[in-house]
Every structure is written in structure tokens, then in C-alpha cells.
């Protein structure tokens, strides 16, 4: 193993909820021992007992021994506070996002850990270089995005802040490969390459129930294409609530005419798959998403409502709105080096979206697509839809010299 600098044998964990489980699975599932702090200790003790199931389950499942097991189950230790955790190589920070209380956490953590530490976020779309710069070691800030369940989804974001050193970056890298994660480098944006996209493309999709189409219509569509799931259910299984919460607790978006149908539907008690109900229902112990007409008619009242004149939207224009908002948005992460290649984009998408395997990732797809093809679909689009359809510049300059996001 190369000696970088930073060497990661050791890690704490802050928070206890369903990412902070994730995350220690796969930090003691790759060998390396974990302190894990919560300030609600029954927490913190449902937290361990669902680790020891998890290991449990897979010596059942035949993937490990009882032995194994075991010894998974040793490396994690509770720690009282910050201060039983200084002279750990790495911390990960997994608490709810809030910038104002990250920044807490790392003013402590500062503090308190060894100047050689590592601390890293697992937030999702928060400004990593607002967390980085309460600290006195902004080089050695950086995120680390899991995706839920962290222990089986393969992806993984590292986030550089502007000053985060290269050394950390590899150290953050080496300990992804070690975790078994396809771990890909996002600059710092609001929601880095992965839901920064997904953002686009749920917009469009949310646009089209408001313009006449409905949830299992669009899912549909998509899933035919040869995505895992459509966006909503998608929706339905990460919980309807989360995203409207959010936009209570920012006091902001929860006007906006796209995010409507979301909050009639949490108004109603129908967070997803966990309460039984959400854009579909779910029976006693099922999670098969049954079409629900209740939802439909919810769906027609909110769109009239709103003002809109409905009408018939086809499966290939729900296509072509949710893939080329992709396509178009990956465009513009390339342009602002955000991501390192459009091939790395493609990895997000393949392993944290599940977008269809066999297409390659939306950038491969376009490249398939030829890009003077799609450059001009961006211009129709933009003449019935509106400006937020201009082409990015990329896709113009690529589409002008023949050549594709691979190859330029």
C-alpha cells in the first residue's frame, strides 16, 4: 500500500441514522476499525444492534462467516464525544443537512482531532467550502457523498473543496477503492454531478404531470427506456416528505407550481412506500407501486387548478424532456469542471441512478445520438419550452466540430 501522507487506518462516524449505518458497514467491512458518536445514546445502540443484524444476515446469506461476522461487529466502538475520537486518521461527518450545524460540528471537530486528521461530510448538496472554512485545516475538508443504503450502493462522490490538498484526495480515493465503491471526484456545486442532474430531470418530469401527464405514465416511459425506476418511484421509495420538509425548514421553493402535486400528496399522509401511500399505494408488507387513481384525480385537480390546459404528452416526449435535461446539464458540469470527464458523469448515472446499463450513461447515449442531432432537438425544445432549453455551449462547439464528449 503507497504511504501517502495521509494514511487512513483509523475513522469516527457523527450521526446515527439510516447514513451514518450505511457508512460504518462499509468502513468495518473494509477492515477499518470505527468510533461512532451520537448524542442520543438509544440511538446509538439501535444503530449497533442493526449493525450486528446486518452482519448476521450476511453470514445467513452465506456471504461471510460466523467468524467474520464477528470480527466486523468488534471494530465498531461507541465514543462518548469529540474528544474520545482525537486521534482518529478520518472522520465522516452523517447528520441531517444543515449547513448551520455541520459547521458546528467541524468548528468542534477542529478543535479537537489531531492536526493530521481528514474530516469529510456526507452531505448531498450542501457547500462543502462553507463547511471547509470554519475550520483551521480547510485542505483537509472534503465530501464524501454515499449513496443510501451506503453499505450496498457502489457509488461514491468525493467532493474537493477549493483548497482540499491532493494528497487528501487521494487518501479519500484509496480508502473508496478499499470499500470496493466506484468512487468518482465532483467539484463543489449545489448537489455536485449526481443531483444536480437529477434535479433537471425531475423538474421536467414533474412539469409534464402539470402539463397532462400522470406519474405511472412518465414512470413508465422511462422504465421502458431501462431505468431502475422512474422518478416517482423513485420518489415513493426514498419518501415523498424529504424533499418537501426541506423546503420547509429553508423556507423557500415551496410555492413553486412544479412541486404542487409533492405537497398535496404529504399533506395527505402520502410519504411513499414507508406509510403505505404516496404517488402509488402500496399493500400490507409490499413494496410493489400499484397504480392508484386517487392520485390521478389529485394530479388533474392541482394542474387545473394551477391554470394549466391539459393534453396528451407521448412516452417519446417524455423521453425526450427527462433524457436531453441530462444530457444538457452534464453538458454545463463539463464546461465549469465540475466533473473530470463526461466518462465520470456516465459512472454517477450507471452506478448511483440507475440509469439503463447497455446505453453506456446519458453522455455515452448522446455521443450515440450524434451531437449536431441532439444540439438541434436543444433548439426545438428551447422554441416550444422555453429558454431554460438553450443548448450548452459545449454541446453547440462539439456539435460544430463533429466530434462527441468522448472524443473531443
Known amino acids: 500500500m503507497s504511504q501517502t501522507p495521509f494514511n487512513i487506518q483509523r475513522a469516527a462516524v457523527i450521526g446515527a441514522g439510516t447514513m451514518g449505518r450505511g457508512i460504518v458497514m462499509c468502513l468495518v467491512n473494509a477492515g477499518v476499525p470505527v468510533q461512532w458518536v451520537d448524542n442520543n445514546p438509544q440511538m446509538l445502540e439501535q444503530a449497533l444492534a442493526s449493525v450486528a443484524d446486518t452482519c448476521a444476515h450476511n453470514v445467513r446469506q452465506g456471504r461471510i462467516d460466523q467468524a467474520e461476522a464477528d470480527v466486523r461487529v468488534a471494530r465498531v466502538t461507541t465514543a462518548a464525544n469529540y474528544a474520545a475520537i482525537a486521534d482518529v486518521d478520518l472522520v465522516i461527518e452523517a447528520v441531517y443537512e444543515n449547513l448551520e450545524l455541520k459547521q458546528r460540528i467541524f468548528r468542534e471537530l477542529d478543535a479537537l482531532l489531531k492536526p493530521g486528521a481528514i474530516l469529510a461530510s456526507n452531505t448531498s448538496a450542501l457547500d462543502i467550502d462553507a463547511i471547509a472554512a470554519v475550520t483551521g485545516r480547510p ?49 463543489n456545486c449545489e448537489g455536485f454531478i449526481g443531483n444536480r442532474m437529477l434535479n433537471t430531470y425531475v423538474l421536467e418530469a414533474r412539469k409534464m404531470l402539470l402539463e397532462g401527464a400522470y406519474p405511472h405514465q412518465v414512470d413508465a416511459a422511462l422504465q421502458g427506456f431501462g431505468f431502475a425506476m422512474g422518478p416517482f418511484r423513485m420518489y415513493d421509495v426514498v419518501g415523498v416528505d424529504l424533499g418537501w420538509r426541506a423546503r420547509e425548514l429553508a423556507g423557500v421553493g415551496q410555492d413553486a407550481p412544479e412541486v404542487q402535486v409533492d405537497n398535496r400528496l404529504c399533506e395527505l399522509g402520502r410519504f411513499g412506500q414507508k406509510s403505505g401511500n404516496g404517488y402509488y399505494h402500496y399493500e400490507a408488507g409490499s413494496r410493489q407501486a400499484e397504480h392508484d387513481v386517487e392520485v390521478d384525480a389529485l394530479v388533474l385537480e392541482v394542474s387545473e387548478g394551477l391554470g394549466f390546459q391539459r393534453r396528451d404528452i407521448s412516452p417519446e416526449e417524455i423521453l425526450e424532456r427527462c433524457l436531453l435535461a441530462l444530457v444538457n446539464e452534464g453538458a454545463k458540469i463539463l464546461e465549469e469542471g465540475i466533473a473530470g470527464s463526461a466518462h465520470d458523469i456516465d459512472l454517477v448515472y450507471l452506478n448511483g441512478y440507475g440509469f439503463p446499463a447497455d446505453k453506456g450513461g446519458p453522455m455515452a447515449w ?13 433548439l426545438a425544445l428551447e422554441t416550444r419550452q422555453g429558454d431554460h432549453w438553450n443548448p450548452a455551449r459545449r454541446i453547440a462547439e462539439l456539435a460544430a466540430a463533429g466530434k462527441g464528449f468522448a472524443g473531443r
Open 139 to 187: 485542505g483537509q475538508v472534503l465530501g464524501l457523498h454515499f449513496f443510501s443504503p451506503a453499505h450496498i450502493m457502489k457509488l461514491l462522490e468525493v467532493v474537493r473543496c477549493a483548497k482540499t490538498a491532493p494528497s487528501v484526495l487521494e487518501a479519500a480515493l484509496a480508502l473508496g477503492k478499499r470499500m470496493g465503491k466506484v468512487s468518482v471526484v465532483a467539484g
Open 366 to 378: 448522446a455521443d450515440q445520438q450524434g451531437l449536431a442531432d441532439i444540439h438541434q432537438r436543444l
